[in-house]
């Protein structure tokens, strides 16, 4: 492991790497637009991520999981990847279906952020979000279009360093 593997984005003023190290983030949903947004996190170096979802791999199409057998649960692909990308960080990958057995695994992480397609899951995770005070970021995309939202205003300052 490269001991100075934050050093670049240290260099950025007001940057607190020691936050981000200590935050925990659940992320629900493993398509591709999860691929993407667990990618960066993990090269960040989020302290603990989760990754919530009951799907499985269909044709190795999505990059983290092009390794992982087909029929194989997502999550567990992910998990895998991740770890190469940084070793230095908790990764947990939860195959679970995504309806209400799901939010008593949630907890209160610092950020939630769901990246599924589900739309009655994501009413719900919105929903246990807002009434814990979680900040979440929720976003869907398909073939024709994408879409992005900030539920809550506030993110912790640790998530925008020198942006707060």
């Known amino acids: 492991m490269v001991e100075d593997r934050y050093n670049r984005q240290e260099l950025i003023e007001g940057w607190n790497q020691e936050c981000l190290a200590q935050s925990r983030v659940a992320v629900i949903g493993s398509g591709m637009l999860a691929n993407f947004t667990l990618t960066g996190m993990a090269?960040?170096?989020?302290?603990?991520?989760?990754?919530y979802d009951s799907a499985r791999v269909e044709a190795q199409k999505e990059f983290l999981v092009f390794s992982t057998p087909e029929g194989e649960a997502k999550v567990s692909g992910?998990?895998?990847?991740?770890?190469?990308?940084?070793?230095?960080?908790?990764?947990?990958?939860?195959?679970?279906?995504?309806?209400?057995?799901?939010m008593p695994l949630l907890g209160k992480p610092n950020l939630l952020v769901d990246v599924s397609n589900d739309h009655v899951?994501?009413?719900?995770?919105?929903?246990?979000?807002?009434?814990?005070?979680?900040?979440?970021?929720?976003?869907?995309?398909?073939?024709?279009?994408?879409?992005?939202q900030i539920v809550q205003q506030e993110l912790p300052p640790h998530f925008f360093p020198g942006y707060a």
Do not use: W
């Open 121 to 148: 899951s994501k009413e719900m995770v919105t929903r246990y979000a807002l009434s814990r005070n979680i900040p979440i970021i929720s976003a869907v995309s398909d073939d024709e279009r994408s879409e992005m």
């Open 43 to 51: 090269a960040l170096g989020i302290g603990t991520i989760e990754i």
């Open 78 to 102: 992910l998990e895998k990847m991740l770890r190469q990308i940084n070793p230095a960080i908790n990764i947990k990958g939860v195959n679970v279906s995504l309806n209400s057995r799901i």
